[in-house]
């Protein structure tokens, strides 16, 4: 019985139209990056587990991809011993013993491995980018996706907040590249560990911050109710409201908050740790007015990101003319590295999330119509002589640079123009008997019908028309 083909939900197929424009938008940030003196690297698919869990919080460990052990991975279980309160098979006691890989979640998480494994072949600060496919056990919906690719540009090894700067720079510029408008957001997490301070749980900062990060799907009653469901009293979030709901200039923001810090709230505690929260956004806003950076740039109490290890400044970027989820995030960690065995070790990084800017520039209709096809001529086949006339002038082209194929065989001339259509090759060269005799090819332009006829190997001139 035949099967019918078909993929894991949350993963796509890419054709030849859509590689163009995916490596047309990782060829742009790549690009940028590189101007800023990143340098590639890549790390496995899959990492231990030892590596990945406990480093995104308990919903990012729900979401890890496990693979199963090779061979026979259940032989040594004994189930009666992984047996629930219920009596029911104890599904993570035996995913521990069955499985000691998985799919990497994010790109972070393995950089700060790397770092801390290669720490004697690297020179600090340490500029890297990297963009790989990573794997999130999500529920497929609009934007997002169970295999999708990151973008990550990270430096590690400075604590200064010229670093944070360049990615501000980087995300204006790859954004101007491509003809996106957006918003950036910033604020600290200091400044949130800093509310759980003034509200009297600082223990809770974790609670908290996951409750926050879900402020724009769920709303700020839902946001109420999840940090209640966490033990917080009602005093506690009547502290944290105001100022998720603070609106004004940054100046603004920023006097009512340090005032709200240093002891202005309800409860009139003092949080340290807050203030120096706000200290690095002021700091860093001014940096950015310095740099003259173009996209608008605002602070938002409320953007928390939930990822545990940020520490510091943290980022969003949201499109602004297309309905979509973050599209862009990152954020300042102090000692992510140190899991691993090297403390001390701050960084600093942004992830382009690859798929979602996809989906913006398709929606937009920003891909250049040059992408369409990966080929500039086509010689079409006139005869088998014809045919050995015209590879020596195809040779020339390609090894200028020029995207060229030869139709495989004689046929009739609608079906190669029918096929050049099709894939939106832009001219095509049809020559026969005469052309080879007198040593020219004949090129035309299938847009405009303009038609032109060139000495064989004059290669210059030829480009030259078709690059119009």
């Known amino acids: 019985m035949s099967q019918t083909p078909s993929i894991p939900k949350g993963t796509r197929d890419f054709g030849q139209t859509e590689m163009a424009r995916r490596n047309y938008l990782f060829d742009t940030i790549k690009g940028v990056f590189r101007t800023f003196g990143y340098s590639q690297i890549e790390t496995p698919a899959m990492e231990n ?14 979401l890890l991809f496990r693979i199963l052990n090779s061979g026979d991975a ?70 997002r996706y169970r295999e999708f690719c990151q973008c990550d540009a990270d430096v590690i090894g400075s604590d200064s907040l010229l670093n944070e700067l ?27 560990t800093g509310l759980a301070e003034i509200c009297g749980f600082p223990d809770k900062v974790v609670d908290i911050t996951v409750a926050i990060d879900k402020i724009d799907k769920i709303g700020l009653d839902a946001v109420k109710e999840e940090m209640a469901s966490k033990g917080l009293t009602p005093e506690a979030i009547a502290v944290i409201e105001p100022v998720l709901t603070l609106s004004g200039t940054f100046a603004e923001k920023i006097a009512a908050m340090k005032a709200i810090m240093n002891g202005g709230s309800a409860s009139g505690a003092v949080s340290q740790t807050g203030l120096k929260g706000l200290d690095e956004i002021e700091e860093l806003f001014g940096l ?36 979509i989820g973050s599209i862009c995030g990152g954020g300042r960690y102090d000692n992510l590295t140190g899991i691993f065995g090297l403390p001390g070790m701050s960084g600093v990084g942004i992830s382009f999330g690859a798929d979602r800017i996809y989906d913006v520039l398709l929606g937009l209709d920003k891909f250049p119509a040059s992408l369409s096809s990966s ?45 050049a259509s099709r894939k939106s090759i832009p001219f095509i060269s049809i020559n026969g008997t005469s052309e080879a005799q007198d040593g020219t090819v004949n090129v035309k332009n299938l847009s405009t019908s303009e038609q032109r006829l060139f000495p064989a190997m004059d290669t210059d001139s030829i480009i030259a028309f078709l690059q119009g």
């Not at 587990?49 to 729900?62: F, N, P, R, V, W």
């Not at 080929?375 to 005869?383: S, V």
């Not at 002589?385 to 060229?404: F, H, N, Q, W």
């Open 49 to 62: 587990l030892s590596t990945l869990l406990g480093k995104y919080g308990d919903e990012g460990d729900k």
């Open 74 to 143: 259940f032989k040594d279980i004994d189930p009666s011993s992984m047996l629930g309160p219920d009596g029911r098979p104890d599904s993570p006691a035996i995913t521990k013993e069955i499985c000691e890989k998985g799919l990497r979640y994010d790109l972070t998480v393995p950089f700060a491995r790397y770092v801390v494994q290669h720490r004697n072949d690297i020179t600090f600060p340490f500029k890297r980018f990297q963009i790989q496919p990573v794997w999130r056990a999500d529920r497929p919906q609009k934007g």
């Open 166 to 192: 360049e990615l501000v720079q980087i995300v204006d510029k790859v954004f101007h590249l491509l003809g996106i408008r957006v918003v950036m957001k910033i604020n600290n997490r200091k400044v949130l």
């Open 288 to 323: 950015i007015e310095a740099a003259g950076v173009e996209t608008p740039v605002e602070m938002d109490l409320s953007l928390a990101r939930g990822l545990n290890y940020y520490t510091g400044a943290i980022f969003e970027v949201k499109a602004l003319d297309f309905a």
């Open 375 to 419: 080929t500039t001529l086509l010689f079409a086949n006139m005869g088998k002589e014809e045919t050995k006339y015209v590879i020596p002038v195809a040779k020339a082209l390609r090894d200028k640079g020029v995207s060229i194929e030869i139709w495989p065989e004689p046929s009739k001339l609608k079906k190669q123009f029918d096929y």
